[in-house]
Nanobody, 120 residues
Framework: QVQLVESGGGLVQPGGSLRLSCAAS????????MGWFRQGPGKQRELVAR???????NYADSVKGRFTISRDNAKNTVYLQMNDLKAEDTAVYYC??????????????WGQGTQVTVSS
């Protein structure tokens, strides 16, 4: 089992920045990818960004150039730096962890979610 604990959400004005953190514990060796998903009001959950153990990253088109995912292997923690936030970024953000096997990615572990609200 892997446990994920998120932090860093909150209320921010448009154009502002926030950094989300996700600390992983437990059987870390069973995962090789971590990602951030979000679910806005009335929307489906979507992948925002992901990072593999090797450091490869992928981003949703809507956040490219504004969001950066990174990891601190010593702390088993993944970060999502969010800049130039927009109202449409308002959502509950979830950290997820899992395994990539070939072209298949399966996220088996999820955090509890943290609310990000972008509003003036």
């Amino acid at each position: 089992q892997v446990q994920l604990v998120e932090s860093g959400g909150g209320l921010v004005q448009p154009g502002g920045s926030l950094r989300l953190s996700c600390a992983a514990s437990g059987k870390i060796s069973s995962i090789n990818v971590m990602g951030w998903f979000r679910q806005g009001p009335g929307k489906q959950r979507e992948l925002v960004a992901r990072i593999t153990n090797g450091g490869s990253t992928n981003y949703a088109d809507s956040v490219k150039g504004r969001f950066t995912i990174s990891r601190d292997n010593a702390k088993n923690t993944v970060y999502l730096q969010m800049n130039d936030l927009k109202a449409e970024d308002t959502a509950v953000y979830y950290c997820a962890a899992g395994r990539v096997t070939g072209t298949i990615t399966q996220y088996s572990y999820w955090g509890q979610g943290t609310q990000v609200t972008v509003s003036s």
